[in-house]
């Protein structure tokens, strides 16, 4: 690639185990050839080809950030593992048989700098700088950006785990996720990432969604008795696919809220989507409105 020609980006992440909608955005992509691969973390875990996605993103010769899932991956079993992760029943099936990827995955770096000459630096990220465990909204407030941004000279910040696409300035920083490409959850089921262009001294943002079948990833959790091994949790998981809208947190939200100290196996049943909506984050529901005003205007 040529400098002071275009360097150009395509930025993934949240793949979560889902092979077809890794392997449409990269059919995508093909026509933006050439381009760097960058990977915003959570490659793992919530689907179920966890393995598959991740040989397919070597393949390819993506650059990887490590997202909260991978530390699940990395963590687990080990004098690290935090005692509430017992309760979380999706870990031993959807991690089982990576042992070979821990050593890999154990050697990615938590950010990545990204410096082109002629080119604003890029600050990549899960979720904030050193931690991969909260997400960057629309409404969060410029002093808690700013305090973690402290002692990074990147003005550009991309970060992903939310699963919701945003290109919005916070604080004189500019904030942009790509978007899930495995697991949307702003209402919009089709994979999502982003394309960054630089040219002219200045980086170009284009978010892209790509339509694609599920069917081989919904064959995937048949084929390891997903919903039978791991529950409660698994059937919410999987409800997000169809409907890309957040069900398990909304669930774990709803439990803790609305019936404390009941277990939970027995109250899925009484969970309404009213009650899915009710314990929704406000940006979430945002998210999904203006895409249906979106479709509907088109
Ligand atoms: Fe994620």
């Known amino acids: 690639m040529g400098y002071g020609l275009m360097t150009r980006i395509l930025l993934l992440a949240d793949v979560h ?19 760097h691969l960058v990977v915003a973390g959570d490659v793992v875990n919530w689907g179920p080809q966890s393995r598959e996605v991740l040989e397919r993103l070597s ?14 991956l990395l963590d687990r079993g080990t004098e690290r593992e935090p ?10 099936v959807l991690l089982e048989g990576l042992e070979d990827w821990r050593e890999r995955i154990g050697l990615w770096p938590d950010f990545l700098s990204l410096r082109f000459p002629g080119l604003p630096p890029v600050l990549v990220v899960h979720g ?12 969060t407030p410029p002093e808690r950006l700013q305090t973690a941004m402290a002692g990074w000279t990147e003005r550009i910040l991309v970060t992903a785990h939310t699963h919701l696409p945003l290109d919005v300035t916070i604080g004189g920083i ?8 495995g697991n949307p959850l702003d209402g919009d089921r089709r994979a999502a990432y982003a394309v960054l262009e630089g040219m002219d001294g200045e980086w170009r943002l284009s978010h892209r969604r790509v339509a694609y079948d599920d069917t081989p990833v919904m064959g995937a959790f048949d084929q390891i008795r997903f919903e ?10 999987r409800r997000e696919w169809p ?4 069900q398990l947190a909304a669930f774990n ?3 803790a809220a609305e019936h404390p100290g009941v277990p939970r196996e027995g109250l899925l049943e009484r969970f309404t989507d009213e009650d899915r909506v009710r314990h929704t984050p406000p940006e979430y529901l945002a998210a999904a409105r203006r895409n249906r005003e979106l479709s509907s205007r088109a």
């Open 174 to 181: 500019r904030v942009i996720n790509p978007g899930s490409v």
């Open 59 to 72: 393949e390819v010769e993506a650059h990887f950030v490590r997202g909260n899932n991978e530390y699940y």
């Open 17 to 35: 185990g889902n092979l077809p909608a890794l392997d449409a955005v990269l059919a995508d992509a093909e026509s933006l050839r050439p381009f």
């Open 83 to 92: 005692a509430a992760w017992a309760d979380y029943t999706l870990l031993p």
């Open 243 to 246: 409907t890309a809208e957040i």
């Open 253 to 255: 939200r709803w439990c």
């Open 228 to 237: 039978e091994r791991c529950g409660t949790q698994a059937v919410l998981v």
């Open 128 to 139: 904030y700088p050193h931690d991969p465990w909260h997400g960057v909204y629309e409404t």
